[in-house]
């Protein structure tokens, strides 16, 4: 089992940043991929961003690219989603997730059910 537990949301003007951090334990080991995903109200949680645990490598979703930056620091078993220029439709719960099955080291999981465990959500907000 691994536990996320993410933290940094809050209220931002629009324009501005915040970082999340997504902090793991329990059997971290195990983990291929960490991912962020978002959901907003009345809408399907979709992804935003995922990072390979042993490479470093990063994928976005078009919405996050050129804004968002993803990392992770494996000593501290943390993971960060660094979010510039935010628009007030970046509002949403966003959500930290890991994936203990083996990928290649070639592919970056981004649908929901390709992860396996799941933190509680930190809501950001973004006003106009």
């Known amino acids: 089992q691994v536990q996320l537990v993410e933290s940094g949301g809050g209220l931002v003007q629009a324009g501005g940043s915040l970082r999340l951090s997504c902090a793991a334990s329990?059997?971290?080991?195990?983990?291929?991929?960490m991912g962020w995903f978002r959901q907003a109200p009345g809408k399907e949680r979709e992804f935003v961003a995922a990072?390979?645990?042993?490479?470093?490598?990063?994928s976005y979703s078009d919405s996050a690219k050129g804004r968002f930056i993803i990392s992770r620091d494996n000593a501290k078993n943390t993971v960060y989603l660094l979010m510039n220029s935010l628009k007030p439709e970046d509002t949403a719960v966003y959500y930290c997730?890991?994936?203990?099955?083996?990928?290649?080291?070639?592919?970056?999981?981004?649908?929901?059910?390709?992860?396996?465990?799941w933190g509680q959500g930190t809501q950001v907000t973004v006003s106009s």
């Open positions: 997730a890991s994936r203990s099955r083996y990928t290649s080291n070639l592919y970056l999981p981004s649908r929901r059910s390709e992860y396996d465990y």
């Open positions: 329990g059997r971290t080991g195990s983990t291929y991929d």
């Open positions: 990072v390979k645990r042993s490479s470093g490598s990063t």
